[in-house]
């Protein structure tokens, strides 16, 4: 009979081994604030001669696939500000900043990109198959309309790509222009093909 | 802690050299014969219960059983003309009996049956896979397990992770009864295997075809049943150790149970069971694949106390695993993904061979108890009474995603269900078998971190009755059920807790004929329904695949699928010959399935193909054929065939993943004992996969692999070492290194199949005290 009373205790302690708080399912996570989210990509633009100012930008609210999406600033409703305008045969210094805005105050997320320089790589191109293992330094879009030229380099003496140069030559072209920040952890080589996508945006650039 | 004591003092006796004290040389030699007229019945299937023995008899009706350790046995015979009996004997030196088989159950008085509750086989074809077929495969994952059997394919991802397919179906269209209870895991994703420990299963069984009214209603393509052995019932302990280690991978697996009864405590059995593997990365011929190591630690218990007249009985089993997902089948966004496809050899296919396990990756953890009762209520019925609960805790480890340095996972999700079930049933009273009962489930789900399915509570209730009229040259069944389920979700939209509940009920009918017009000609037919309500994801996902990188939005609109099926079949067993065909047909109202949406969804990440859940009408059709023939005494060939083809019924297309036309050959090849060397055979086998031509426009990222030819063989014997029988084989999958990819693996997008793997695997059943 003790070997039963055993076997009874055994039986209790299995039982009460199964008790797991799983939580209440009543009461679901509140959709959190992520910490590494990228909301917002700028793009701050700088004429060389008369050092006006343009900025564009797009954002999405939670930075999640969520509630349709990004949309281009400031106006979201026509979106007009996809549209990057440029003049002929100017010089302009960019820089692009990426913020994480569901935080107060904003987290500048670049600021982290530029401290892990060489796990990135931000790529200019009118589209993703036109991507080429760039000539370190330039990048062209479309026929030589607009140069873009890496003004930044990691210590491994690869282009990182937040701040570069644009150089326009003749008017009269509309050219999309896609922009796309790679996570090359272990694999940067200043090609486009390793490691994976954070951030790809597009636009539309006019120089006239 | 008596528990561990008793562990730790069975582990002592394991040890001691007393151990070999026991006979297990004993054999038993005997006959069928047909109980009305004395014929013997050849080819008749002899199956010891509890012991991996199965063999056919000869043309005579003899056999002979060999390296049986004395006790009580159940031997189950099988034969086309005749009722499925169960013999009870108890051996104690080498004899020789006379098995009758009656044709009809009702004629039976001289042969006793057992105490242990025997399934009434259903009139849909159903495979066991034990013995020789089981061991071959033993430590391998339920699905790749499950592949031997005919009509069952595998759904994968990766070379880690695999779910087995019925009829050209899978998830939430089949069902998987561990140990007689429902499986509840989180069944929502391809990437989602079945948490069951590969070593727990002494039989698996494969139930083709609708069975809605014995199983539940969403059965629709088919049932598996895990079931381990029955519990000793004699004052002993035994037990068995298998092994395992294989080349792909350099991996090994293994497992140690132990059983018994004790003599003080009559009516008393008890086993405790564990299972261990680990592996690396795994190896296609060209490369190895980054991060698909696997680790898995399992074990199960099981008390029991049951008297003729009834029991009790507890079991308990947990399952821990942890999954490598291949770092180079995971991308980020479209863009990614289209030149992971220009790729010939997969991003990280440079990396080395390793067995770390890092992001990405699956944590998962299963458990199940079950306390189960049973009590005669006459001599030929009993009311069956069993209590489930269930745990199932998944976590999920992104590689790049906001935690992927820190230990907590992408998203995690926590399911607890309880389950009940009392049923009556009754045993040939006046040719009638049956059932009725009563089942209830509730579940609650919980998810941390990101969203990808909401919280939800779901409870179900059916009610079921089935009847079969057994003669010896017909059997018919019908079946009777009626299933609600309610599902009520949780989640936040836009800060706003939303908590929609869904109510679903609908019957479900089956009926079946056997008919048995001559000794070797078994035909079957059964037609029934079945339904199910949507799933949790189909109705609310809102989240990204891990792995491929496609967006999954669920549709809240979405109703109740319904199925009608029809299946034939008809197995012919005639001295050297074994063939069977199976056709069946599924008409679909409203199949829940995914479409791409035209447009992707564009984020600051890129842009993502989205997938909508929809529901139309569609049909599913399929046929297998095998057949076995003895060239010689001891050379057998084997071939097999197996087609499925699915329709949608509006738009006239192709459903989407189902699997390709298979073909398989093989020859055994079995020696006569020599020495201590028995059972010896030698088995080589070929392959076959057609490309998959029937694919819906634009719902793939990919067009399907060509077609493929596989060479394996495999090869083992029975040594005999201090006279307990030790059972070595050897099996190499993929002989000739063949670069290959499957259709219905999701990571052909990233990479091949693997290469060449050699398993060798050791198996040993030992007696550690007998009474005598």
């Known amino acids: 009979m003790k070997i039963l009373l055993n076997i009874f205790i055994l039986l209790i302690v299995v039982l009460a081994g199964c008790q797991r708080n799983y939580g209440d399912p009543r009461k679901p996570p509140l959709p959190e604030e992520a910490e590494e989210l990228v909301t917002t990509f700028k793009i701050i633009l700088t004429d060389s001669v008369s050092g006006a100012v343009k900025s564009y930008f797009l954002r999405d609210d939670d930075g999640e696939l969520n509630n349709g999406g990004a949309y281009y600033g400031p106006d979201a409703a026509t979106q007009s500000d996809s549209v990057i305008m440029l003049s002929p045969n100017s010089v302009y210094y960019c820089e692009i900043i990426l913020l994480n805005e569901t935080v107060i105050p904003a987290d500048t997320v670049s600021h982290e990109i530029k401290e892990h320089a060489d796990e990135h790589m931000i790529f200019y191109a009118h589209s993703n198959n036109t991507i080429l293992k760039p000539d370190p330094y330039t990048v062209q879009i479309g026929d030589s309309v607009l140069v873009i030229e890496y003004l930044d380099k990691d210590d491994n003496n690869l282009p990182l790509g937040l701040t570069t140069r644009w150089v326009t030559s003749a008017s009269g072209t509309v050219r999309p222009l896609q922009i796309i920040l790679k996570h090359q952890e272990e694999n940067k080589d200043g090609t486009f093909e390793n490691g994976e996508t954070d951030v790809e945006v597009r636009f539309t650039c006019r120089v006239d | 802690m008596l528990f561990i004591k008793q562990v730790i003092f069975v582990f002592i006796l394991f040890l001691s050299s007393s151990l070999f004290s026991q006979s297990c040389d004993l054999v038993l030699k005997g006959q069928v014969l047909d109980e009305d007229n004395s014929q013997d019945l050849g080819y008749a299937v002899v199956r010891v219960l509890d012991h991996p023995t199965v063999m056919q008899t000869n043309e005579k009706g003899e056999f002979e059983i060999k390296d049986l350790c004395p006790g009580k046995y159940r031997i189950l015979v099988q034969h086309v003309g005749c009722s499925d009996t169960i013999f009870a004997i108890t051996i104690n030196k080498s004899k020789k009996v006379v098995f009758k088989l009656p044709h009809n159950l009702n004629a039976l008085n001289d042969i006793e049956i057992v105490a242990e509750h025997e399934e009434i086989k259903p009139v849909h074809s159903s495979h066991v896979l034990e013995g020789k077929s089981l061991d071959q495969v033993k430590g391998m994952n339920l699905a790749e397990q499950l592949r031997q059997v005919n009509g069952v394919s595998a759904l994968s991802t990766g070379p880690t992770i695999s779910k087995p397919m019925i009829n050209g179906m899978q998830g939430y269209r089949i069902l998987i009864l561990n140990n007689g209870i429902r499986q509840e895991g989180q069944q929502w994703g391809s990437e989602h295997g079945p948490e069951i420990d590969p070593f727990v299963a002494q039989r698996l069984t494969v139930i083709r075809g609708a069975s809605s009214v014995r199983y539940g209603s969403d059965a629709l393509g088919g049932v598996i049943l895990v079931e381990p052995d029955h519990l000793p019932d004699t004052a002993s302990v035994t037990g068995e150790f298998n092994a395992g280690g294989f080349s792909n991978g350099r991996g090994g697996a293994g497992s140690l149970m132990l059983q018994g009864s004790f003599a003080k405590l009559k009516y008393f059995s008890w086993r405790v069971q564990g299972s261990l593997k680990k592996s690396g990365s795994v190896k296609t011929p060209e490369y190895f694949l980054n991060n698909t190591g696997l680790e898995e630690q399992n074990f199960s218990y099981a008390l029991s106390y049951h008297r003729k007249k009834g029991g009790v009985s507890v079991y308990y089993s947990q399952v821990n695993s942890r999954i490598g997902i291949f770092s180079g089948a995971h991308v980020g966004n479209l863009t990614d993904l289209q030149l992971a496809f220009k790729r010939n050899k997969p991003a990280d296919s440079l990396a080395p061979f390793s067995y770390s396990i890092s992001s990405p990756f699956q944590q998962v953890f299963h458990e199940l108890l079950k306390v189960s009762s049973d009590f005669h209520t006459g001599n030929r019925s009993r009311i069956f009474v069993t209590y489930a609960l269930q745990h199932n805790k998944r976590q999920e480890f992104d590689a790049h995603g906001e935690h992927a340095e820190e230990l907590t996972p992408e998203s995690e ?293 060509d077609a493929y030819f596989l060479v394996g063989v495999s090869a083992g014997s029975t040594i005999r070492i201090k006279q307990m029988p030790l059972t070595i084989s050897l099996t190499v999958a993929n002989l000739t290194n063949t670069v290959y990819r499957d259709y219905l693996d999701r990571f052909r997008y990233f990479n091949d199949a693997a290469g060449t793997n050699v398993w060798l695997r050791l198996k040993m059943p030992f007696v550690l005290y007998d009474k005598k």
Request: charged share 20%; hydrophobic share 35%.
């Open chain 2, 413 to 705: 999700y926590r399911l607890t269900t309880h389950s009940a079930e009392i049923f009556w049933e009754h045993d040939h009273i006046r040719s009638f078998r049956g059932r009725v009962g009563v089942q209830g489930t509730y579940q609650e789900n919980v998810y941390r971190e990101n969203f990808f399915i909401p919280n939800y509570i779901s409870s179900t209730t059916g009610v079921f009755a089935m009847e079969r009229f057994v003669r010896s040259k017909f059997e018919a069944e019908a079946g009777i059920r009626f299933d609600a389920k309610n599902l009520q979700s949780f989640y936040y939209k836009e800060q706003q807790l939303q908590e929609p509940k869904r109510d679903f009920s609908n019957m479900s009918y089956h009926a079946g004929l056997i008919l048995k017009p001559v000794n070797s000609v078994r035909l079957s037919f059964n037609g029934g329904t079945g339904w199910r309500a949507p799933s949790v994801n189909e109705l609310y996902s809102n989240g990204l695949h891990h792995g491929v990188s496609a967006y999954e939005k669920g549709n809240a609109d979405l109703g109740i699928e319904t199925c009608w099926q029809a299946a034939a079949s008809l197995l012919f067993k005639h001295k050297k010959i074994t063939a069977e065909i199976n056709a069946y047909n599924y008409w679909f109202k409203n199949y829940i399935y995914y479409v791409p949406s035209p447009e992707p969804e564009v984020t600051l990440r890129g842009a993502f193909p989205v997938f909508n859940y929809t529901q139309n009408d569609a049909r599913l059709s399929g046929a297998d054929v095998m057949l076995s023939y003895f060239l010689l005494r001891n050379l057998a060939i084997k071939g097999r065939a197996i087609y499925v083809r699915g329709i949608n019924a509006n738009t006239n297309e192709p459903l989407i993943y189902m699997p390709a036309d298979r073909y398989e050959a093989g020859l055994t090849f079995t020696f006569s004992d020599k020495g201590v060397f028995r059972n010896m055979f030698i088995e080589p086998a070929v392959t076959y996969v057609a490309k998959q031509t029937r694919v819906p426009q634009d719902l793939d990222f990919l067009p399907p692999p």
